[in-house]
Every structure is written in structure tokens, then in C-alpha cells.
């Protein structure tokens, strides 16, 4: 069954045009649970160019929240103007709008969402954002959330499983820690990063940064087969301590790691004591960067798992939101999860530099929404062994890549 969201949004300008700011709030359907906020102040703008900014920034948030083709999305709004012209009753005849509803569109295919215009007092949720992102633009700051729910990479949003904000976070396939074989999966737009806010200059100051270190080899690695979190959780081989002593030394020389948080299978819990260590730091260990469960390929190289269940993996190749056999996580579900975790340890480790020691899914994963790539992509990465890499979250929701996969220290 498609999952369903609704979306409520809105935009306002203090002149028309003036100082203009938009909000969004996706929802459950269901629970009415809220799933992720979005704001932004936009700098001088009409109303008309607000709402629709509103209207693009919650559908990306939906986007990002389930990247996958299929979901329904209900968009309820006061704007008259907007539901009328993006149900197409009415023609977008304004130059200025055309291309703003071109932009939502594109978002989704036909059908899958639906408008629905709703008086101003029941759009309060939406209006108060929008209102808090031109309060926070008239002070010469870029809009942050009031509420626990921490920003995540990409205009301001605020989720769970993060989407990020500006002001708003496969094919033929090796095992995770192998290099893939090229294939083709389903394209979609994946949770990513919103545009960076441009109007109203301003000091972000320090990023959370979280240097992603991939743990050291085990028995398993060479032989290239599928280890996640629901097999046999092996130690690090003699390799693999050696690789941790060695990335050990270049991050304590490098003298810039402020905290270590691993991954609770043993793989990473090793690797991330042989640095703390160096480091005269605490291993805090977060469940939610532990590594894909495969299911009943755990311990199986990719070729016996296509010998023995052809079917499940040529699923599980063909879309993110299908699971290993055996009840194993669908990248989907990984990617919600990572997500959820990235957003957590932001807040925590805001303006810090963080060692997250994890797996090469994870590690995938938090680059894949860095950088707003599709599902697929995850087969276009190598992540080896002791590898490091890293990403940079900015106050404002934006990320950036600033290293990938980089093994020098084990020369």
C-alpha cells in the first residue's frame, strides 16, 4: 500500500511585495503526527511567489521523508490561487508563477497529489512558520525551529527521518563493503538538500561535522560477503586491528576529533576504542548507525545469495523499498533510520567535529542525502575498509562533502 502524507503550507509577504517568508508541516495522515517542518525567509517576494515556495519546500520534505515512486500526497492550503492553478482548473498565466509550479510539479508524477483549499484558521500551523521564518529574516537570521526537533541536511526543515532545511535532511550489487557491479534501479529524488537560502546574508558559524570512519577489516571482508546487523557480528581480523591502529594515529595527529560515537556491532565498537583511545575520549555507541540487516544472505557472498534466492535479490536490486529474504531492512528503511540518527547527533554535536564509526551503508547513506542523490547511487560509491570520509551540516540545513573514501593513512 502507497504510504500517504499530508502536507500543509504556506507563505506571506509584509508589503506584497516586501519581506517575504513561507512554512511548511508534513503530517500523518493517521496520527496527525507532525513528520517534518520547513521555513525559510525568501527576502522580497509577493505572496503568490510564497505560497508556492511553501508548496515546493513540503513536497520535498515528503520527498525526502519516502523517496520512493508511489506515495499520495493531500496538500491543503489557503491560498486559492495555488490549489486552483495546481489542480489545473485554472491557468498559471503570471510569468513569474509559471515556473514555480513547474517546479512542483516535477516533484511527484501526476496523481500522486492531490489539493485541497482549507480556510486560513485551519492552516495555523503553516502560517506560524511562515511568520517565524520573516520574524527571524527581519533580524538578519536565517529561520531555526523552536521545537527539540533538531535542522538535518537541506530551506529549513526540521523532520524525523530527516530532511534538512534552508533556513529548510539499486542493480547488480556487491555485498555492503564490496565494490558494486554497475545496475540500474529506480530513480528517484532522494531526501536531500533544498536550495541554499540566498536573501539574507548571514554567519552561520561552525558546521557539525561528522567524520565517517568505516571499521576495520573482518574475516569477512576479503571474502566480499554480505555482513550486516544480523549475523554473527565477527571481530576485526589481525588486518583490521592494524587498520584501526593506523587511523588511530592520523586522527589523534590531526588533533581536530572532539567526540567518538560507534555503531554497537563489534566490528566498530573495536575500531572505535583503538581511537578513542589515542584520543583520551569515551565510545558512545548509537544503535541507529549500526549496518544493514541482509537477512538470510548474511554470511554469503553475492553470488551464492543469487544461486539461492534469485528472486528476492533481483528485487531487492530493483527497488530500495524491497528486503533481503528473511525478513532482512530494505535501504528505504536504512535510509529512515540513518536519517533519524543524523538528526539526533546534529543537535547534540552542533557546531563540533564528531568520529562516527559505522558501515559502509550508513556511511552511503548519510553522503547519498547529503547530496540529494537517488537509491541508486548507493552502487556508485566505494566505501573501504578504515576509510574515512566527511560531511559538513551547516546551521542553515545545507551539507556539503568535504572528503570520500580516503585511505592515505593506510599507506
Same mark, same amino acid.
Given at each position: #500500500?502507497?504510504?500517504?502524507?499530508?502536507?500543509?503550507?504556506?507563505?506571506?509577504?509584509?508589503?506584497?511585495?516586501?519581506?517575504?517568508?513561507?512554512?511548511?508541516? @508534513?503530517?500523518?495522515?493517521?496520527?496527525?503526527?507532525?513528520?517534518?517542518?520547513?521555513?525559510?525567509?525568501?527576502?522580497?517576494?509577493?505572496?503568490?511567489?510564497?505560497?508556492?515556495? =511553501?508548496?515546493?519546500?513540503?513536497?520535498?520534505?515528503?520527498? $525526502?521523508?519516502?523517496?520512493?515512486?508511489?506515495? %499520495?500526497? %493531500?496538500?491543503?492550503?489557503?491560498?486559492?490561487?495555488?490549489?486552483?492553478? #495546481?489542480?489545473?482548473?485554472?491557468?498559471?498565466?503570471?510569468?513569474?508563477?509559471?515556473?514555480?509550479?513547474?517546479?512542483?510539479?516535477?516533484?511527484?508524477?501526476?496523481?500522486? @497529489?492531490?489539493?485541497?483549499?482549507?480556510?486560513?484558521?485551519?492552516?495555523?500551523?503553516?502560517?506560524?512558520?511562515?511568520?517565524?521564518? #520573516?520574524?527571524?529574516?527581519?533580524? =538578519?537570521?536565517?529561520?531555526?525551529?523552536?521545537?527539540?526537533?533538531?535542522? &538535518?541536511?537541506?530551506?529549513?526543515?526540521?523532520?524525523?527521518?530527516?530532511?534538512?532545511?534552508?533556513?529548510?535532511?539499486?542493480?547488480?550489487? $556487491?555485498?555492503?563493503?564490496?565494490?558494486?557491479?554497475?545496475?540500474?534501479?529506480? &530513480?528517484?529524488?532522494?531526501?536531500? @538538500?533544498?536550495?541554499?537560502?540566498?536573501?539574507?546574508?548571514?554567519? +552561520?558559524?561552525?558546521?557539525?561535522?561528522?567524520?565517517?570512519?568505516?571499521?576495520?577489516?573482518?574475516?569477512?571482508?576479503?571474502?566480499?560477503?554480505?555482513? =550486516?546487523?544480523?549475523?554473527?557480528?565477527?571481530?576485526?581480523?589481525? @588486518?583490521?586491528?592494524?587498520?584501526?591502529?593506523?587511523?588511530? !594515529?592520523?586522527?589523534?595527529?590531526?588533533? !581536530?576529533?572532539?567526540?567518538?560515537?560507534?555503531?554497537?556491532?563489534?566490528?566498530?565498537?573495536?575500531?572505535?576504542?583503538?581511537?578513542?583511545?589515542?584520543?583520551?575520549?569515551?565510545?558512545?555507541?548509537?544503535?541507529?548507525?549500526?549496518?544493514?540487516?541482509?537477512?538470510?544472505?548474511?554470511? /554469503?557472498?553475492?553470488?551464492?545469495?543469487?544461486?539461492?534466492?534469485?528472486?528476492?535479490?533481483?528485487?531487492?536490486?530493483?527497488?530500495?523499498?524491497?528486503?533481503?529474504?528473511?525478513?532482512?531492512?530494505?535501504?528505504?528503511?536504512?535510509?529512515?533510520?540513518?536519517?533519524?540518527?543524523?538528526?539526533?547527533?546534529?543537535?547534540?554535536?552542533? =557546531?563540533?567535529?564528531? +568520529?562516527?564509526?559505522?558501515?559502509?551503508?550508513? *556511511?552511503?547513506?548519510?553522503?547519498?542525502? $547529503?547530496?540529494?542523490?537517488?537509491?541508486?547511487?548507493?552502487?556508485? #560509491?566505494? *566505501?573501504?575498509? $578504515?576509510?574515512?570520509?566527511?560531511?559538513?551540516?551547516?546551521?542553515?540545513?545545507?551539507?556539503? /562533502?568535504?572528503?570520500?573514501?580516503?585511505?592515505?593513512?593506510?599507506?
Amino acid at each position: #500500500m502507497a504510504r500517504r502524507f499530508v502536507v500543509e503550507a504556506d507563505g506571506g509577504s509584509r508589503g506584497n511585495p516586501g519581506p517575504a517568508g513561507y512554512g511548511a508541516v @508534513v503530517l500523518d495522515p493517521d496520527t496527525g503526527e507532525t513528520l517534518a517542518e520547513a521555513a525559510e525567509y525568501i527576502g522580497t517576494a509577493t505572496n503568490n511567489v510564497a505560497e508556492y515556495k =511553501g508548496l515546493i519546500a513540503g513536497l520535498r520534505a515528503v520527498r $525526502a521523508l519516502d523517496p520512493e515512486a508511489g506515495v %499520495q500526497v %493531500q496538500v491543503r492550503m489557503d491560498s486559492k490561487l495555488v490549489v486552483e492553478q #495546481m489542480s489545473g482548473r485554472w491557468k498559471v498565466k503570471h510569468p513569474g508563477m509559471r515556473p514555480l509550479a513547474a517546479e512542483a510539479r516535477e516533484i511527484f508524477p501526476p496523481g500522486q @497529489v492531490s489539493y485541497e483549499w482549507i480556510p486560513r484558521e485551519r492552516n495555523k500551523r503553516a502560517d506560524r512558520l511562515a511568520n517565524e521564518a #520573516m520574524d527571524a529574516g527581519a533580524r =538578519g537570521e536565517q529561520w531555526r525551529p523552536s521545537t527539540g526537533v533538531a535542522p &538535518s541536511a537541506g530551506g529549513a526543515l526540521t523532520a524525523a527521518p530527516g530532511v534538512a532545511s534552508a533556513g529548510v535532511a539499486p542493480a547488480s550489487a $556487491a555485498p555492503a563493503g564490496a565494490a558494486a557491479p554497475s545496475a540500474a534501479a529506480p &530513480s528517484a529524488v532522494a531526501p536531500g @538538500v533544498a536550495p541554499p537560502g540566498w536573501a539574507v546574508p548571514a554567519d +552561520l558559524g561552525a558546521p557539525a561535522t561528522f567524520v565517517l570512519l568505516r571499521h576495520g577489516e573482518t574475516a569477512l571482508t576479503p571474502e566480499k560477503r554480505f555482513s =550486516g546487523s544480523g549475523g554473527s557480528d565477527p571481530e576485526l581480523s589481525p @588486518v583490521g586491528r592494524r587498520q584501526a591502529e593506523l587511523v588511530a !594515529t592520523a586522527l589523534a595527529a590531526r588533533g !581536530t576529533i572532539q567526540a567518538v560515537v560507534s555503531s554497537p556491532l563489534r566490528r566498530c565498537v573495536e575500531t572505535a576504542e583503538a581511537v578513542a583511545s589515542r584520543l583520551g575520549v569515551d565510545v558512545h555507541i548509537e544503535e541507529g548507525l549500526r549496518e544493514t540487516d541482509f537477512g538470510a544472505w548474511e554470511g /554469503l557472498t553475492f553470488t551464492e545469495a543469487r544461486e539461492r534466492h534469485p528472486d528476492d535479490l533481483q528485487a531487492w536490486l530493483a527497488s530500495s523499498r524491497a528486503a533481503p529474504t528473511g525478513g532482512g531492512e530494505s535501504f528505504a528503511a536504512v535510509a529512515r533510520r540513518v536519517a533519524l540518527t543524523r538528526d539526533k547527533l546534529i543537535a547534540r554535536h552542533a =557546531g563540533r567535529t564528531v +568520529l562516527l564509526v559505522t558501515h559502509v551503508t550508513p *556511511i552511503k547513506t548519510l553522503v547519498r542525502l $547529503a547530496l540529494g542523490a537517488p537509491p541508486e547511487s548507493l552502487f556508485r #560509491m566505494e *566505501i573501504s575498509a $578504515a576509510s574515512l570520509s566527511a560531511l559538513a551540516y551547516y546551521a542553515d540545513g545545507n551539507a556539503s /562533502l568535504r572528503l570520500l573514501n580516503d585511505t592515505t593513512h593506510l599507506r
